[in-house]
Every structure is written in structure tokens, then in C-alpha cells.
């Protein structure tokens, strides 16, 4: 594996725990991915490719070892701990090192949103499919439909979209989603929304990596005293059972004809 010049990412301290927030979106979408991946017909003969893979916390839910890419070195460092048996590449998204029709899946997950020209990968993701095979984007959020309630957290919502907007990111990616992979020549199978959190149940340490996240993306935009402010409105309103979190985070299924 050798180093590449990453694509802007999140400006995060260094120390924080990706791993940890990486696992804690997946959790998110574990059960749309164990539906998908029954549907296609996932075993461990099928050759497959997660693009965007990080730390690997989606890799290491698979029981076969799917090929991961990724443009950070030190990501696939720590994905090669967590799934030990996946086939690891730093490479760029735009420029995918393999063959073409190399694969039967190619999926990703939280990666559009950080791309420049995220139609540009997606081409290259159909491209390394082969004929019958499947091109997925398991969860690409759209903040700019987030719902949060009580109203005095709405404020919430618009320092996030903007703190991702800072950092390069699109947080609108997901609703435009099936527009790009229609445009790339996909043919769309199916495409649907679900939800991060919706009146989940308070729980401390998942509501502790959610803001350790928010605080490291805040932190030098927004003052200490109203960040501070708004985290306590934050855990008396989930304590209280008051709290509604929406963010539509989309995905979409794709096969080449
Ligand atoms: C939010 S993380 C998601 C990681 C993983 N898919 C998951 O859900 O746990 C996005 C990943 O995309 C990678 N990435 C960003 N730009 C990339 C590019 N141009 N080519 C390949 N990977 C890229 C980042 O290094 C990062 O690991």
C-alpha cells in the first residue's frame, strides 16, 4: 500500500476516534445491508468491493473478505486489524486500479458526500461491474431535510450542514442520489431513505461519540459557551424524552444491464 494525496476530508483533532464513529454509522445501516446483501445474493464466492472503505468497520460486519480501497494509508492500516482476510488498496476513487468488469458488487457507504465530482466515481464503480452485477450506495445523508426538535435545537442542524459545507462535504448528497446514478447510465433497482436516529432511546455513550463528532466539527466556528449550551438542551431534551432526530440518509441499489 502506498500513500496518496487525500481528497479534502473532515478537519477532525488528531486522536479522535474514527474507528468508533465509523462503527457507530454502521450500526446504522446494518439492517439495510443484511437485506441487500440477501437480496443480491452475497456469499463468499462473490467478488466484491467496498470504495470509500476507511477503517474497515463495514468490512469487518461481512463474513467474506470483500476487496476495500481507500485514499488514506493510515485508515487501511487500522482496516487491516479489523478485517484481517480483506484485500486492501490505497487508491483513488476517481481512478480505480482494477480491470474493467472486475467485480459482481461494488458498494459504498458514507463516501459521495466527500467527493468533488461524485459522478465521476460512481462511473468508475460501474465501470469495475461486471454485466449483472450490482453498484450500491448504502448511506449518503441529506442534512438539509434534518429535523430537530424541540425547536430551541433547530440551531443544531444549520451548524452541522455548515460545518460540513466547511470541510468540503455536500450535505444534500442523498437526495441527489438516484439523479447521479440514473445519469451515469445505472439502472436503478430500488432507492428509499431511512433514518439515523428517530426518537432512539438516551444512550450515553452513543450520545457522547455524537457529540465528541459535533464538538471537533464546531470547534473554532462556534463559541465553547453556546456549544456547551445547546449539548445540555441536547441531554435534557433526550432525558426527557423530548428529542426527535431526523436526517434522511439515502440509498440506492443499481445493477449493469
Ligand atoms: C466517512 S468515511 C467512511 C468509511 C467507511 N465507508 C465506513 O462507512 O465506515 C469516508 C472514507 O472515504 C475515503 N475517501 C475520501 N475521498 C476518497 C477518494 N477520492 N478515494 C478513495 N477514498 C476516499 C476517506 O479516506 C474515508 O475513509
Known amino acids: 500500500m502506498t500513500a496518496l494525496t487525500p481528497t479534502p476530508l473532515?478537519?477532525?483533532?488528531?486522536?479522535?476516534?474514527?474507528?468508533?464513529?465509523?462503527?457507530?454509522?454502521?450500526n446504522w445501516t446494518r439492517e439495510l445491508r443484511e437485506y441487500i446483501f440477501n437480496e443480491i445474493g452475497l456469499t463468499e464466492e462473490s467478488r466484491a468491493l467496498e470504495v470509500g472503505c476507511g477503517t474497515g468497520a463495514i468490512l469487518s460486519t461481512i463474513?467474506?473478505?470483500?476487496?476495500g480501497l481507500d485514499i488514506q494509508l493510515a485508515?487501511?492500516?487500522?482496516?487491516?486489524?479489523?478485517?484481517?482476510?480483506?484485500?486492501?488498496?490505497?487508491?483513488?476513487?476517481?481512478?480505480?486500479?482494477?480491470a474493467d468488469a472486475s467485480f459482481e458488487i461494488v458498494f459504498c457507504h458514507f463516501l459521495l458526500l466527500w467527493l468533488p465530482?461524485?459522478?465521476?466515481?460512481?462511473?468508475?464503480?460501474?465501470?469495475?461491474?461486471?454485466?449483472?452485477?450490482?453498484?450500491?450506495a448504502f448511506a449518503e445523508p441529506d442534512y438539509t431535510h434534518r429535523v430537530d426538535k424541540p425547536a430551541a435545537l433547530a440551531?443544531?442542524?444549520?451548524?452541522?450542514?455548515d460545518a460540513l459545507k466547511r470541510?468540503?462535504?455536500?450535505?444534500?448528497?442523498?437526495?441527489?442520489?438516484?439523479?447521479?446514478?440514473?445519469?451515469?447510465?445505472i439502472e436503478i433497482v430500488e432507492t428509499g431513505a431511512i433514518s439515523n436516529a428517530e426518537h432512539e432511546p438516551f444512550n450515553t455513550e452513543e450520545w457522547a461519540l455524537e457529540w465528541a463528532t459535533l464538538e471537533a466539527d464546531l470547534a473554532g466556528n462556534i463559541s465553547d459557551e453556546r456549544i456547551l449550551?445547546?449539548?445540555?438542551?441536547?441531554?435534557l431534551a433526550w432525558e426527557n424524552g423530548e428529542r426527535i432526530l431526523y436526517v434522511p440518509t439515502h440509498y440506492i441499489r443499481g445493477a449493469r444491464g
Open 117 to 136: 465530482n461524485p459522478q465521476d466515481a460512481i462511473k468508475e464503480m460501474l465501470r469495475v461491474t461486471r454485466a449483472g452485477g450490482y453498484i450500491i
Open 75 to 98: 485508515s487501511l492500516k487500522e482496516a487491516q486489524i479489523h478485517a484481517p482476510t480483506s484485500p486492501l488498496t490505497c487508491a483513488n476513487a476517481f481512478s480505480l486500479p482494477y
Open 10 to 26: 473532515p478537519n477532525k483533532e488528531r486522536g479522535f476516534q474514527w474507528h468508533q464513529r465509523y462503527q457507530q454509522q454502521a
Open 155 to 161: 440551531e443544531l442542524g444549520a451548524w452541522q450542514r
Open 63 to 67: 463474513d467474506s473478505p470483500v476487496y
Open 167 to 185: 470541510q468540503g462535504a455536500n450535505p444534500a448528497m442523498g437526495a441527489d442520489l438516484a439523479e447521479l446514478f440514473y445519469g451515469a447510465g
Open 229 to 235: 449550551k445547546m449539548k445540555s438542551l441536547d441531554k
